[in-house]
């Protein structure tokens, strides 16, 4: 069935046939496309917008707590929701809630699956296309009702008010956050857009993982970028309607008086008591029900880009191919199981903590086993100490720091007292900013000449490498520090409390960083616009990787292949004996001698 | 311009290290001791984490390190080898990594549950120590009746408590789940015996909240529709901070209580202070008294 969709398609773009160049196609199509090449760059252009806006109202948060009431410089004027420059609580917490929103929804999820998978998925099996190439290009053009719903929400009232989690009631009943309007509203359906995009995404992958592999592309043949690709497309498949359908319960929740979330008898502002027998708990359970698995599909592909950029880079074969798929799969299967560790303090049952605490700790099994064979890849390697490499390194070393910190929070005991801390918003910054956007860094510049048939370029990779390293380990290191002294998360001043008066001079430092990290990923996408113009030329193979991606043209055109790839091998036969070069492309037939 | 990059990849988690080192001379670590005995088991589970984390940490940023050294040397000119080391992974190896972090995650994980429940499960409750605390201050508690001494009940933005009032005999009542007419209000101001455990009730009146005493380590969320008993003992009869945990709206930062920790006879005289407090309707019972505060 796959197939005839594939050939539909392919005939209903024959007007692009003659076009095998993707830079022309992109012109061609600048904005409707179901080329999986065109509908990844297209995520990819999408969420690098996205990443600068989420990074500036980062910067806003860090403003507060290292100035807290003191005019934001520049911006405070043009923003009319700032008292004269100055950030009052509500904006702070609308802030803190859509930097979360953006990073996560329209930049982390997006680039990874979105812009990533779209663009490697079928290269990497050899396929022309995806199996659905309508649907996906769909789930490239429900971002934007998600963006629109999601920018609604910045300018309905103060902004949505209940952070990225949206616990009810304080989402569920508007007169909990008066000043915020219908922003939450606006904001739940920009999730329910965004819950489309990624349903549609996942289906795709999975079909085509599962129906279009090149001939001899067998399971255990494909790369860990793929597998994981298929891993989150599961993940996400099975975890998110639940998301969708809580987050559509809160919708109506808020417009339509359900009481799905809302217990009998808050009296809320003053306003009449609530009427119903909701429960909030039952939010927790079903909003992290998806969103912990979210963690994994935030993290997952990165690590499967990670361990090929890994091989490539070290010319040396990926140690332990088989725990790699094995340790991701149990991720994904744990972390199905682990989601009541956001809610070790909610008050259920003791019991039930217990368990999630014992599954949640036995979580970072797999992962340890990951970070060994990343190492053990490196050992005895042939590195190139290029922008690509060092961002890998980057991720497995930020990697070991956020996973590290993770047991902490899963011994239950110890969450008590760190739950709701700075110590939280280490660790997950560690995990999604030190380990995937890193991988993501590194991933950009190992695809870039694939996908403009350029390389990008190395010095200002180099600088722009650095300054993000330096800059994320100086905001985000010390926040365990503020954790441990128990510094709550959300404030907009911690400073009313007489045992954190001392730690406004570490939150200067920590913003001084963040605003060095900020800047610097401008070198990034200056990097990015500037090297498809002015970057040097590469091959169809500019790193002699093995991938069947590296066999199409430097940009593939539509159709992908101009040779109908045959697979003979896995793709990380390198340094092999048997060959004299040092990589062995999946697609080069078995040597006649052997 | 390789070496830069390895002793680069080598440098920050020595910093790290170093400033771990520095912070509790600085006051970058936990506001001051834990001040219950819950609290200190709580520090030691923390401590102990820290130090299998550390060596994990220092272990394997080093052999990171050491991977990164050894391939900036395998990669100068006039190496013997002109190929990587061609290998696929090592079966002993994976099985060695998999089994020993299993154990040691194991371990950690049910060297917790103890804590867990004597803070959470009820069953596990001091209930005798909480007992005495009733007979010494002279309350009038039947078998069933809580044993909660307070209820706590957040609001956007304070936290309002609700104590029991007194008999006319001069014994405390004891607390009841709904509001008695002889009940004692206050706000922003927890005031409970020491060095005992006590239990007070939590609820919310509108959102979520999070109830929060950093220096006895003590969390948990006050719920909406729920009423959660937790305990606390602190050691010292003084005051610590009480705040806000889960975000609860604009005002979530200035949730600003405490909770005073005293003797037992200071805690029923502020308890009958109270009660004078809510009673006071200045009428003129006597003339002649009116003065005399």
Request: hydrophobic content about 50%; glycine content about 8%.
């Amino acid at each position: 069935m796959s197939s005839v969709a594939a050939t539909t398609e392919t005939a209903e773009h024959g007007h692009h046939a003659h076009n095998d160049d993707l830079l022309a196609l992109l012109k061609a199509a600048p904005f409707w496309s179901t080329d999986h090449k065109v509908i990844g760059i297209q995520f990819m252009m999408t969420t690098l917008l996205m990443l600068m806006v989420g990074g500036a109202l980062a910067l806003g948060v860090r403003w507060q707590l290292a100035f807290p009431w003191e005019n934001m410089p520049f911006f405070g004027a043009l923003v009319p929701a700032t008292a004269g420059g100055q950030i009052p609580p509500e904006f702070y917490t609308m802030l803190f809630t859509m930097h979360a929103t953006v990073m996560i929804f329209l930049v982390i999820i997006p680039i990874l699956a979105g812009a990533f998978g779209n663009f490697l998925i079928p290269l990497m099996i050899g396929a022309d296309d995806m199996a659905f190439p309508m649907l996906n290009a769909l789930s490239y053009w429900f971002m934007w009702p998600a963006i629109a719903c999601f920018g609604c929400s910045f300018f309905f009232g103060g902004g949505p008010a209940a952070g990225w989690t949206s616990y009810p009631a304080l989402s569920a009943l508007s007169q909990a956050a008066p000043g915020s309007g219908h922003a939450q509203t606006f904001w739940l359906l920009g999730v329910t857009f965004v819950g489309f995009s990624s349903m549609m995404g996942s289906i795709n992958y999975m079909t085509t993982i599962i129906n279009m592999r090149a001939p001899g592309l067998t399971l255990f043949r494909m790369p860990l970028t793929i597998w994981s690709m298929f891993i989150t497309a599961i993940l996400q498949a099975f975890a998110l309607p639940v998301l969708t359908a809580a987050g559509f319960m809160l919708v109506t929740d808020r417009i339509l008086g359900t009481c799905f979330f809302v217990p009998a008898g808050l009296i809320v502002n003053n306003a009449d008591p609530t009427v119903g027998g909701g429960q909030t708990l039952l939010w927790q359970h079903l909003f992290w029900f998806y969103s912990h698995p979210a963690v994994y599909i935030m993290l997952l592909p990165a690590m499967g880009m990670v361990s090929d950029m890994l091989a490539c880079m070290c010319r040396k074969p990926i140690f332990g191919y088989k725990p790699m798929v094995y340790s991701m799969s149990a991720i994904a299967g744990l972390g199905f199981i682990v989601w009541g560790h956001h809610m070790f303090t909610s008050g259920m049952n003791p019991a039930l903590g217990m368990t999630f605490m014992i599954s949640t700790v036995m979580i970072a099994l797999p992962s340890a086993v990951k970070v060994f064979n990343w190492i053990g890849t490196i050992w005895g390697g042939k590195p190139e100490f290029n922008v690509v490499f060092l961002n890998c390194i980057a991720f497995v070393s930020m990697f070991i720091v956020g996973g590290l910190s993770g047991i902490f929070m899963a011994a239950v005991p110890v969450d008590i007292y760190i739950h709701d801390t700075y110590f939280i918003v280490a660790h997950f910054h560690y995990v999604l900013f030190g380990a995937t956007l890193f991988g993501v860094f590194g991933a950009i510049h190992f695809w870039y000449p694939k996908m403009f048939g350029r390389y990008m370029s190395e010095g200002w990779g180099k600088l722009h490498f650095f300054l993000t390293f330096v800059g994320f380990n100086g905001t985000f290191f010390p926040m365990h520090l503020l954790g441990v002294a128990g510094m709550p998360r959300r404030y907009a001043d911690p400073y009313l409390y007489p045992y954190l008066e001392h730690f406004l001079p570490m939150n200067q430092f920590m913003t001084i960083c963040a605003a060095l990290m900020g800047f610097a990923q401008f070198i990034l996408i200056g990097n990015f616009v500037l090297s498809w113009f002015f970057g040097k030329k590469a091959g169809r193979n500019p790193w002699n990787a093995n991938g069947l991606e590296w066999a199409t043209p430097s940009p593939p055109g539509h159709g992908n292949f101009d040779i109908p790839p045959v697979v003979y091998r896995g793709p990380y036969e390198y340094a092999n004996p048997d060959t004299e070069a040092d990589f062995w492309p999946q697609t080069q037939p078995p040597n006649p001698a052997t | 311009m390789k070496w830069f990059w390895c002793l680069f990849f080598a440098f920050w988690p020595i910093v790290a290290i170093v400033v771990c080192l520095l912070a509790p001379g600085n006051n970058w670590w936990f506001p001051g001791e834990a001040a219950s005995p819950l609290g200190r088991r709580i520090d030691d589970l923390f401590y102990m984490i820290l130090w299998i984390t550390s060596i994990t940490f220092v272990g394997t940023q080093l052999v990171l390190a050491y991977v990164l050294f050894k391939g900036a040397s395998d990669t100068e000119p006039g190496t013997a080898n002109e190929k990587a080391w061609f290998s696929h992974g090592s079966h002993k190896l994976e099985v060695i990594w998999s089994s020993v972090p299993a154990v040691i995650l194991l371990f950690i994980a049910f060297y917790q549950l103890d804590v867990w429940a004597e803070y959470r499960v009820k069953d596990a409750f001091p209930r005798k120590r909480m007992e005495a605390v009733f007979e010494r201050i002279h309350q009038d508690r039947q078998k069933n009746d809580s044993l909660a001494l307070a209820e706590v009940t957040a609001r956007q933005f304070e936290w309002r408590i609700r104590y029991p009032g007194f008999n006319a005999d001069g014994t405390l009542k004891a607390l009841m789940p709904d509001p008695q007419p002889t009940d004692l209000y206050a706000v922003n101001d927890l005031h409970l015996p020491a060095s005992a455990p006590v239990m007070i009730n939590l609820r919310t009146q509108d959102v979520q909240h999070s109830f929060f005493l950093p220096e006895l380590r003590i969390k948990q969320d006050a719920v909406p529709g729920l009423v959660i008993p937790i305990w606390f003992e602190a050691d010292q009869q003084r005051s610590y901070q009480l705040l806000c945990a889960e975000l609860c709206g604009w005002g979530h930062y200035k949730m600003n209580a405490r909770f005073v920790a005293e003797s037992d006879e200071q805690f029923i005289e502020y308890l009958r202070q109270l009660e004078r407090e809510q009673n006071e309707d200045r009428v003129d019972d006597a003339p002649d008294t009116d003065e005399e505060e």
